[in-house]
C-alpha cells in the first residue's frame, strides 16, 4: 500500500493529467457555507496553499495563530500542553487517502511536539469527534479518537525507529476505509489496524491538520502539498 470557516461554492477545476482528476476549488465566494466534495475513486483533491480558496481557519490569538500563502498552511501553538485542529470548509468523503508535508523550521530543539492529520470529524468545532493520526519530535507514533473535548482514547501507538527531524521534511499519510486504517510516514507504512470507536455513518466528514504543544515551548509547524484520494 505504501511504495472554524466556511463559503459559497462557485466550482470545481477538473484538470485531467495522466487519467485522472485533479479538483482544486475556486477562490472568492461567502466565507459562511460548507461545501461537500463528492470524490469518486480515481478524482485527486489537491491543496498548495498558494491562497486560501479552501477556506481554512485563519486566526491570531494568544493560544494559536494559523497563516496560510507562498505554499505553506502554518500552524503555530503559542500554549504550552495545547493542542489545535483547524480544517477548510469541506466536507470529504469518510473513506480518503489523505498525505501532507511538514516541517518545523523554526522550532528550538528543546521544544516537544506533535504533528497529525485528523479525519471523520463530524463538526469543525473543539468537540468534534475524530481520529487523529499522529508524530512526535521524540520519534514516537499515535493514533487515537477524540470522542469529546475532554476525553481521548489511545487506540495504537508506537515508535517511527528514527529521529524526527524538525528540520527536514515529513510525509504524513493515512488511509481511512471501513473500520480499517493504514499509517505512513515518508513512504513507509508503520501499521494498518481496525477500530469501530468511531462507527461509519455514510455521511461526509471535515479533514482537519493536527499541532500540539507538549510541554513548553512554542511549537511552528508548516504544512504544505496536501493530497486527498478516495482508496479503491
Known amino acids: ?129 475524530f481520529y487523529v493520526y499522529e508524530v512526535t519530535a521524540t520519534g514516537l507514533w499515535r493514533f487515537r479518537a477524540h470522542l469529546d473535548s475532554n476525553e481521548w482514547k489511545l487506540i495504537a501507538s508506537g515508535k517511527v525507529g528514527y529521529f524526527v527531524d524538525p528540520k527536514q521534511t515529513h510525509t504524513l499519510r493515512l488511509i481511512a476505509k471501513g473500520n480499517s486504517f493504514t499509517l505512513g510516514l515518508n513512504g513507509k507504512q508503520l501499521i494498518q489496524l481496525s477500530d469501530d470507536s468511531l462507527p461509519s455513518d455514510g455521511n461526509p466528514k471535515y479533514l482537519k491538520l493536527y499541532a500540539l504543544n507538549i510541554e513548553t515551548g512554542i511549537t511552528d509547524i508548516q504544512f504544505h502539498n496536501l493530497t486527498v484520494l478516495v482508496p479503491q
Open 1 to 129: 500500500m505504501f511504495g472554524g470557516t466556511r463559503w459559497m461554492f462557485r466550482g470545481i477545476i477538473f484538470i485531467v493529467a495522466v487519467g485522472v482528476a485533479i479538483v482544486q476549488r475556486f477562490a472568492g465566494g461567502d466565507p459562511n457555507a460548507v461545501t461537500t466534495l463528492n470524490l469518486k475513486p480515481g478524482d485527486v483533491f489537491t491543496d498548495t496553499f498558494t491562497d486560501n480558496r479552501n477556506h481554512w481557519n485563519i486566526a491570531d490569538s494568544e493560544r494559536v495563530r494559523y497563516v496560510i500563502g507562498n505554499g505553506t498552511y502554518a500552524i503555530t501553538v503559542k500554549r504550552d500542553n495545547w493542542a489545535t485542529w483547524p480544517g477548510p470548509s469541506l466536507l470529504f468523503p469518510e473513506n480518503i487517502d489523505v498525505q501532507v508535508e511538514a516541517t518545523l523550521p523554526n522550532v528550538d530543539a528543546s521544544v516537544n511536539w506533535a504533528m497529525g492529520i485528523a479525519v471523520r470529524a463530524a463538526t469543525r468545532d473543539s468537540d468534534a469527534r
